[in-house]
């Protein structure tokens, strides 16, 4: 039996676009999604882990004349597969595929084969979950003429939204290691009913029931790794082997910081299956050797935690990871963060003891209120046990955030919500540093006599205008100092400070102006450096986002909370001189 990574369906409601009359095809949809996403599990527990593509093909007399799934990496896609199964009926039919395509060798082979074929629509469950891969194949099939239909995007409803779970919940180790930059990483453990995971001698065999421990093996078959810890490798001495007779064999991982673990130990024994000891830079040295001879791989690091040991397997190209520690090893696990789901077998067993270990060591929380909530908790009865299994980190949503959405499609009707890149800028020295007004670049304004005065920067022009016009002393030292101000964060600093402190000596329409304020600094630098309109123009089709995570009203937030003013200003530049660019061209056309 398949093991999922199920979750309980979302229960929030969007209203429906399709229209009664097409109500059963739109239910036809999601069946024939569902099945899409249903099959690309099949190779699960029989290769390595890798992401789940599942297509059906379906004529418009409603039959299902062609499917595959990706079987393993590096083999054919599964929408070569289904185009063969179907053969000359896949002219005029509709594919369902749980998730866009991503070819990986720049053939586009997956493309090529639904567009040779005569496919003329293709239903999508999501998209690619890579950033550069993601939208691709959309967008090619759409140049190639087929309507495609994208969950959640051209096709809403409550019904629309559990399909689209049902697409994403067989890819969420890939979800997740695109969001997290780490592998999806699972928390096993059996306990009795009184939360011990052994007696207090130590003795843990067994806890679970045979059926339980087969749906263990399960879990392990979905992975690429499975990680203990130096104490159950001294207790157990286990061999963490699938034990399915043939298939994918997940690779044994060890964290000993001390390397403190015997000279015998079935984990010594790779004739199955290989296994690495992660350790701390200079941990007995003359144990690693004695490991390197057995023919284990020695991984130092310069600080073992579980952080840096899962970013060091995210580089190796690990996807699922599970984790069959002890409670110690739990605890720092789950306080690093890099713990995404739990799954919990729990036997109808009482073993008391007050030195019996518990699943999950110290954790420094004091008070009740700290517990961490499962999200989406599962229950399954297996044999006697009870199997609870839940999320400690929500799923992630790849769509990108867009600070102030409906303002920036207004200003930038070129921009579209689900194919839309997003271009990030903070610091000077990032790719787009010179966006921001903090750039080395001066700009020569009008004083309120009409006189040019040259600024050093926009900041500094920004910042001294919140004094100007204000009839006192004060004020004009104030921008006298911004305005000779060595650095744009000296003049920033100066003018935050003089508005906290001497609020009446900032202009009292300033609230009002100080959009435009920016406004014209940044149009004064963006039309004076011409390789800085280049790189503005560059962008167009692209939301830019001031990425400050503190200034919400200039910036875009942490979570795209912020109003992004920057950016939204940017893009109105942007606009206006592409629209001179374009008016410019036709009055050349005219004139020739």
Known sequence: MALSFAVVASSSSIMCKATNANNHSHLQDLSYIKRAALISDKSAGFTSPHPNFGCVIVTPSAEVVGDGYLYAQGTKPAEVLAVEAAGERCRGATAYVNMEPGDCHGDHTAVSALVQAGITRAVIGMRHPLQHLRGNAIRAFRSQGLQVDVLGEDMQSKLVEEARKACLLVNLPFVYRAASRVPFSVLKYAMTLDGKIAASSGHAAWISSM???NRVFELRGRSDAIIVGGNTVRRDNPRLTARH?????PIRIVLSQSL???????????????TVVVTQRGARRSFQRYLASKGVEVVELDILNPRDVMEYFHDRGYLSILWECGGTLAASAISSGVIHKVFAFVAPKIIGGKNAPSPVGELGMVEMSQALDLIDVCFEQIGPDMLISGFLQPIPD?????????ETFAIDPTVAPFETSIIFFYKTWDLYGAFSNFSPHPIQMPDEDGNYVTWFSVEHYYQANKFIGVSNPLAQDCIDKIKSAKSP??????GRLTQRRHPHLVRSDWESVKIDVMYRALKCKFSIYPHLNSMLLSTAGSVLVEASPHDLFWGGGRDGEGLNYLGRLLMKLRSEFLGESSAASENTCIAL
């Open 211 to 213: 059926l339980s421990r």
């Open 245 to 249: 007779g043939g298939g994918h064999m």
């Open 260 to 274: 403190d673990l015997p000279e015998e130990a079935n984990l010594w024994d790779l004739s199955d299956v290989s």
């Open 398 to 406: 790849l769509t990108p955030t867009i600070p102030s959405e409906d």
């Open 489 to 494: 964060e000296e003049a920033a600093r100066m």
